[in-house]
Nanobody, 116 residues
Framework: QVQLVESGGGLVQAGGSLSLSCAAS????????MEWYRQALGKQRELVAR???????NLADSVKGRFTISRDNDKNTVCLQMNSLSPEDTAVYYC??????????WGQGTQVTVSS
């Protein structure tokens, strides 16, 4: 069983930055693809960023140039650095671990609120 614990959310003014972190338990992190999703109030959950086990990165168009995703396989963590935040980025951010054959797992979510 894998547990994911997100941290780093909070309240920030527009134009500011936040860094989210997701720590994973277990031994499959290195072989897993890691993703960050977000869900704003009344909206569907959407994929924000993805980093594969091999280090390939995909970002949603809405965050390109502002967000970066990185991983540390020695620490079993994935980070989402968010810059130039706007109120439209306000959402609960979720970490997801994706494997092929060993299940997929979600974190509990962390709230990010950007004030105008």
């Amino acid at each position: 069983q894998v547990q994911l614990v997100e941290s780093g959310g909070g309240l920030v003014q527009a134009g500011g930055s936040l860094s989210l972190s997701c720590a994973a338990s277990g031994s499959i992190f290195r072989a897993a693809n890691m993703e960050w999703y977000r869900q704003a109030l009344g909206k569907q959950r959407e994929l924000v960023a993805r980093i594969t086990s091999g280090g390939s990165i995909n970002l949603a168009d809405s965050v390109k140039g502002r967000f970066t995703i990185s991983r540390d396989n020695d620490k079993n963590t994935v980070c989402l650095q968010m810059n130039s935040l706007s109120p439209e980025d306000t959402a609960v951010y979720y970490c997801r671990l994706e494997t092929y054959g060993w299940g997929n797992y979600w974190g509990q979510g962390t709230q990010v609120t950007v004030s105008s």
